[in-house]
């Protein structure tokens, strides 16, 4: 997540700084280019604006940050690689970066957040934090497991009040790219509904309050070129996660989640790249907030409109480089659910029979890229994305993965 916030913070940042300032050309190629403002900044602070297309809560923006904690020697030496090469310095990963960022949309949800990575050793230790809070509305999809008198998902709108707190710790098997680890998260919300059923049931299942805390195990293995914008290489990455009441959590249930990036160089302007995402959870209360499902993620996707027990995303995107500025990209997805649905026997209502429901979704669109700080292969643009029931235009940084 921390890594999505920090691309997502870098967001049509050539727009704030657009200007004659030689600070904003690179010396290379004498193209609009950020790197070396953001590299010799004397703060290494970047404010940039934030464009918000996520249709699960409509159009909006914000003011992010971005620090990147370089010493004099480690600038030095990425500049010299990136005079050195088009694609010099951009392997190099930075010790530590900071975020913080406040963003709001049109349908009254608001987020503000900050977190921090930082790596040891040259990277063999690695620390990730983060925190927020805010407001989210959003429609969910369901039948609350039974509780609505409805055999299919149905639409209601949430209200969902949160703060949030989650931490990583990461440690590399010498010799290696593999690295383990634990992760902990602690979440206190509190979620109601216009829907006077919706939200009589939210109260008495989940009450004003409540609490998630959990504790797992993570594990990354990433051979990767660039964490921003990748061309070779890939990355696989695995957490289990269980909240039980030990860790304060008022909800018992477990989650797992293993997810993979591949990106292959199959000609000199040509680039294939596929990613895949799996996710089950397992439950041990009846009753648990609706939002702690995983979902289908998917660009032209609306966020929480697919969710189930298990989820699976499968996608790939071709990369076409008109020169190492520009890339132009079509990609096309698939998202999987399935869902046990517990249903209330009608020769007695204590009697419970078992039902499971699955949904297979497609989504599919177009995009560029533009390489904005070259000496960090930082890379932005636009994507426009369709599936069955809407289409959707993102501001992305990265590959949209």
């Known amino acids: 997540m921390f890594k999505k916030i920090v691309l997502s913070s870098l967001m049509l940042s ?13 010396p290379v190629d004498g193209k609009f280019d950020m790197g070396n403002y953001l590299a010799e900044n004397a703060y290494g602070f970047l404010p940039v604006p934030v464009i918000i297309t996520e249709p699960a809560v409509g159009f909006g923006g914000g003011i ?8 004099e020697e480690e600038k030095a030496h990425r500049q010299e690689k990136a005079m050195a090469s088009l694609d010099g310095g951009a392997q190099l990963i930075p010790p530590a970066m900071t975020a913080i960022g406040a963003l709001a949309t049109e349908n009254g949800s608001w987020f503000a957040f900050a977190g921090h990575r930082h790596s040891w050793q040259q990277d063999h230790i690695r620390y990730t934090v983060i925190g927020g809070a805010g407001k989210v509305n959003f429609d969910l999809y369901s039948n609350l497991g039974g509780l609505l008198p409805v055999d299919k998902p149905v639409s209601f709108d949430t209200q969902t009040t949160a703060a949030f707190a989650s931490q990583k710790l990461l440690f ?21 509904s216009s829907n ?4 009589w049931i939210f109260q008495q299942t989940l009450g004003e309050h409540n609490t998630s805390s959990g504790l797992g195990l993570a594990a990354e293995y990433d051979t990767r070129d660039n964490i921003f914008y990748p061309s070779k290489g890939y990355l696989v990455s695995a957490e289990y996660m269980s909240y039980n009441e030990a860790l304060g959590s008022d ?16 000609a000199e302007k040509w680039t294939l790249a596929v990613a895949g995402n799996y996710q089950a959870f397992y439950a041990k209360d009846d009753a648990l907030p609706p939002t702690v499902k995983p979902y289908i993620d998917l660009r032209g996707v609306s966020s929480y409109r697919y969710q189930g027990d ?7 995107q071709v990369m076409y480089h008109l020169n190492h500025r520009w890339t132009l990209s079509g990609f096309y997805g698939l998202g999987y659910t399935y869902q046990d ?15 499971a429901s699955d949904e297979l979704i497609s989504a599919y669109g177009v995009g560029f890229r533009y390489q904005i700080a070259r000496r ?16 959707a235009l993102y501001f992305n940084v990265g590959s949209g993965f």
Do not use: C
Request: hydrophobic residues 40%; aromatic residues 12%; without cysteine.
């Open 341 to 355: 649905n517990a249903v209330l026997n009608s020769s007695s209502v204590n009697a419970m029979t078992e039902s």
């Open 14 to 26: 050539g727009s704030a700084f657009a200007g004659t300032d030689s600070s904003f050309y690179d």
């Open 310 to 316: 298990q989820t699976a995303t499968l996608q790939t």
């Open 251 to 266: 909800y018992l249930y477990d989650s797992f989640e293993i997810s993979g990036q591949s990106f292959w160089p199959v």
């Open 64 to 71: 992010a940050g971005l620090f990147l904690h370089e010493s």
């Open 172 to 192: 590399r098997i010498p010799e290696t790219q593999l690295m383990l680890g634990v992760k902990q998260f602690w979440a206190q919300s509190s979620i109601s």
């Open 196 to 199: 006077q059923i919706v939200d």
């Open 376 to 391: 960090y292969g930082i890379h932005m643009g636009v994507d426009i994305a369709f599936s069955e029931e809407q289409s």
